[in-house]
Each structure stands twice: as C-alpha cells, then as structure tokens.
C-alpha cells in the first residue's frame, strides 16, 4: 500500500504562483510515478502532470505546458508542482496519485494511478 498526502494549495491572485507538494509513503518502492490532476466545480476530473522515476520523464496537460513544473527533491517520496502564471481557470481542487505502472511511451492514463490523495484546494482571484 502507498499513501499520498498533499500541501501547498491556497489562495492567490491571477499571474500568481503557488507550490504544491506531494508526500508517499508505505511500498514507495513499488511506485513508478506520481502525478498531479485537478477537478473544477461541476467538471470531471483532468491529468494535469506526470513524473516518471525512471528517467526522470515529465508529462504536462497542453492547458499547463510552459506555466507548471513537476519536479522531485527525493525520487518515490515526494513530488512538486510549480504553478507559475495562474489563471482564473486554474480554480479547482488538486490531487496528487502514484502508480505501480510503467509507461515506457506517452502520457500514463488516469486508470494507471492507484493511489490518490485527499486534495488541496488552489482559488486563483482574477
């Protein structure tokens, strides 16, 4: 079993940044990546980033590439999320998951993560 808790969200105004963070623990050496996905109010829930140990292989969601940076400090523990350029859109509650599969090519689908976090909630003020 993993478990993943995350931290950093909060209020900020629009061209803002923010920091999120993502903490596993339990059979961390099980996992092959962690990623970051966010659900707005009345929508579904949508992949944000990915970060593959192996490699160090990043995914970004097209509506965050060039403003949001995944990173890692300590590889199968925790994982980061720069959020640079916040925009009013950006509003939801972000969850952190880690997988136990590999994906060797392409962006791991949602159905591969199997553990997730409680959420931490990010309000970008325009």
């Known amino acids: 079993q993993v478990q993943v808790a995350e931290s950093g969200g909060g209020l900020v105004q629009a061209g803002g940044s923010l920091r999120l963070s993502c903490t596993a623990s339990?059979?961390?050496?099980?996992?092959?990546?962690m990623g970051w996905f966010r659900q707005a109010p009345g929508k579904e829930r949508e992949f944000v980033a990915d970060?593959?140990?192996?490699?160090?292989?990043?995914y970004y969601a097209d509506s965050v590439k060039g403003r949001f940076t995944v990173s890692t400090t300590n590889p199968r523990i925790t994982v980061h999320l720069q959020m640079n350029s916040l925009k009013p859109e950006d509003t939801a509650v972000y969850y952190c998951?880690?997988?136990?599969?590999?994906?060797?090519?392409?962006?791991?689908?949602?159905?591969?993560?199997?553990?997730w976090g409680q959420g931490t909630q990010v309000i970008v003020s325009s």
């Open positions: 998951a880690a997988r136990r599969i590999e994906r060797l090519v392409g962006s791991p689908p949602m159905y591969d993560y199997e553990y």
């Open positions: 970060y593959s140990w192996g490699g160090g292989k990043t």
């Open positions: 339990g059979d961390t050496f099980s996992t092959y990546g």
